[in-house]
């Protein structure tokens, strides 16, 4: 090993292959450091994502379940809200302005 060290410092053109290699190294190691902070910004946001979504569709469903609830209680008493002929004839008869005065 020692052998070639030295040979490659001897002849110039091994050398500049050596000085490529490291900076290829060199290159390669910043290039996978950058790539390994970019793929710790990718995990966490596929996991922010993860997260977002289960909270979305657990907050879907209770919001549907409860509206549906709700719509199936309106048809169940419908009749309850619903007011009888005669007592609606009486809330006409008493809502109605009489004239309080005399005009003339």
């Not at 970019?38 to 995990?43: D, G, L």
């Not at 946001?45 to 199936?72: D, E, H, N, P």
Request: hydrophobic share 40%; with cysteine; aromatic share 6%.
């Amino acid at each position: 090993m020692a052998g070639d060290a030295t040979l490659a410092l001897k002849m110039p053109a091994l050398r500049n292959k050596a000085v490529r290699n490291t900076a290829v190294t060199r290159a390669m190691a910043k290039d996978e450091e950058s790539t390994a902070g970019i793929s710790k910004k990718v995990a966490r946001t596929s996991q922010a994502c993860k997260t977002l979504g289960r909270w979305g569709f657990w907050g879907q469903l209770v919001l549907s379940t409860v509206s549906a609830v709700i719509l199936v209680f309106s048809f169940l008493f419908k009749g309850i809200t619903k007011v009888r002929h005669a007592a609606s004839s009486n809330l006409h008869r008493y809502s109605r302005r009489r004239p309080t005065g005399s005009l003339g």
